[in-house]
């Protein structure tokens, strides 16, 4: 009888695996906040939403790059999660002169909504990818 490692081809299969679930995931997750972001104007928010899976680390991250996401999800001003926000209003004016003054904005969560309501179905996705390679 002879000993033969598979143990680094089993290795990769599983880190495949876990990749195809992993993008599976986060493409679910990502089609989710789509739908629950707020629209304004230019609908940039939206339109800048993706996912990123970083293959060596085995982490998939849903968000965006429009800097002004994080004051939707978490809200400005008095309105901002845990009273995070200044107090008192304030005068700000728009790119295109117009001036405003408010106390704030409340939250509109998208991306945190968005993970939690698909959690099992995240984790149905991965151990399906996992579950997939007994054959």
Do not use: H
Not at 12 to 31: D, F, P, Q, S
Not at 91 to 117: D, H, I, S
């Amino acid at each position: 009888m002879k000993f033969v490692d598979n143990s680094t081809t089993v290795k990769r299969e599983l880190e495949r695996a876990a990749i195809r679930g992993l993008i599976k995931a986060a493409m679910l997750v990502e089609a989710q906040a789509v739908l629950l972001v707020p629209v304004g104007e230019t609908g940039d928010l939206r339109g800048s939403i993706s996912y990123k899976v970083n293959e060596s680390e085995l982490v998939a991250y849903v968000g965006t790059n429009c800097e002004y996401a994080i004051y939707v999800e978490f809200g400005t001003g008095e309105f901002a999660e845990n009273g995070n926000g200044r107090k008192g209003g304030w005068v700000y004016r728009t790119p295109k002169g117009e001036v405003y003054f408010t106390y704030g904005m409340p939250p509109q969560p998208y991306l945190r909504p968005a993970f939690r309501q698909n959690q099992k179905a995240i984790r149905d996705i991965l151990a399906d990818c996992l579950r997939d390679l007994g054959g």
